[in-house]
T-cell receptor, first 113, second 111 residues
Framework: DADVTQTPRNRITKTGKRIMLECSQTKGHDRMYWYRQDPGLGLRLIYYSFDVKDINKGEISDGYSVSRQAQAKFSLSLESAIPNQTALYFC????????????FGPGTRLTVL | QQPVQSPQAVILREGEDAVINCSSSKALYSVHWYRQKHGEAPIFLMILLKGGEQKGHDKISASFNEKKQQSSLYLTASQLSYSGTYFCGTLNAGNNRKLIWGLGTSLAVNP
C-alpha cells in the first residue's frame, strides 16, 4: 500500500463549487504539505503543517483553506473554485529533523470549468 | 530566495552525460534532488548536507559546494529512464523550516 494517498485522483468541477482534496499518510510523519503544480511554475506551496496544531500559509494560500484532522490526515479545500485553480495538486509529508526529506502522494488532477 | 536551476532543459542521446546545477543566494544547510515523470509524483533521489558531501545513486551522483551555495547533479551514461524533470529543493542555513524549490530542469533522453 502507498504511504501517502490522495483522494480523489481526478476531479472535474464547475466554477463556484466547493471542493475538498484529502491526503492520508501511514509514514508516521508530523509534517504535511499541500502544493500545486502548473506547467513551468514548479511546485508552489499552498499550506503546510508541522503538527496538528501548527498550520501555516505558504506562498499561494489565497482561495484555499486546510484542515489537519489528525497526524495522518490533511485536507485542502477550495471554498469557491475558479478556473485558474485548475492544476495538479500534491500532498507531501516529511519527518522533520535534520534531513526533512519530503515524500509525495500521487497527485490530484483538478479541472475547474 | 528560490534556488536557480540551470539549464532549464537538456536533450541527450542515450549514453551521454549531463550536469544540472542548483544555485542559491542564501547560505544552505542542505540540498535535496528529486525527479518527476510527467503527471507523476516527484521521487526523492538524494540529499546533500553541508560539509561538501558527495552522494551517489546508481549512475547519478551529486555534489554540494557550501561556499558557492550550489549543488550539481551528475547523470552519467544516461538511460531512457532518466527522462523527466529534475527539481532541487534547498534548506537555508538560517531557517530550516521548509524546502524551497527550484523551477526544475527538463531532461529528455532519446535512443
Amino acid at each position: 500500500d502507498a504511504d501517502v494517498t490522495q483522494t480523489p485522483r481526478n476531479r472535474i468541477t464547475k466554477t463556484g463549487k466547493r471542493i475538498m482534496l484529502e491526503c492520508s499518510q501511514t509514514k508516521g510523519h508530523d509534517r504535511m504539505y499541500w502544493y500545486r503544480q502548473d506547467p513551468g511554475l514548479g511546485l508552489r506551496l499552498i499550506y503546510y503543517s508541522f503538527d496538528v496544531k501548527d498550520i501555516n500559509k505558504g506562498e499561494i494560500s489565497d482561495g484555499y483553506s486546510v484542515s489537519r484532522q489528525a497526524q495522518a490526515k490533511f485536507s485542502l479545500s477550495l471554498e469557491s473554485a475558479i478556473p485558474n485553480q485548475t492544476a495538479l495538486y500534491f500532498c507531501a509529508t516529511s519527518q522533520g529533523a535534520r534531513t526533512d526529506t519530503q515524500y509525495f502522494g500521487p497527485g490530484t488532477r483538478l479541472t475547474v470549468l | 530566495q528560490q534556488p536557480v536551476q540551470s539549464p532549464q532543459a537538456v536533450i541527450l542521446r542515450e549514453g551521454e552525460d549531463a550536469v544540472i546545477n542548483c544555485s542559491s543566494s542564501k547560505a544552505l544547510y542542505s540540498v535535496h534532488w528529486y525527479r518527476q515523470k510527467h503527471g507523476e509524483a516527484p521521487i526523492f533521489l538524494m540529499i546533500l548536507l553541508k560539509g561538501g558531501e558527495q552522494k551517489g545513486h546508481d549512475k547519478i551522483s551529486a555534489s554540494f559546494n557550501e561556499k558557492k551555495q550550489q549543488s550539481s547533479l551528475y547523470l552519467t551514461a544516461s538511460q531512457l529512464s532518466y527522462s523527466g524533470t529534475y527539481f532541487c529543493g534547498t534548506l537555508n542555513a538560517g531557517n530550516n523550516r521548509k524546502l524551497i524549490w527550484g523551477l526544475g530542469t527538463s531532461l529528455a533522453v532519446n535512443p
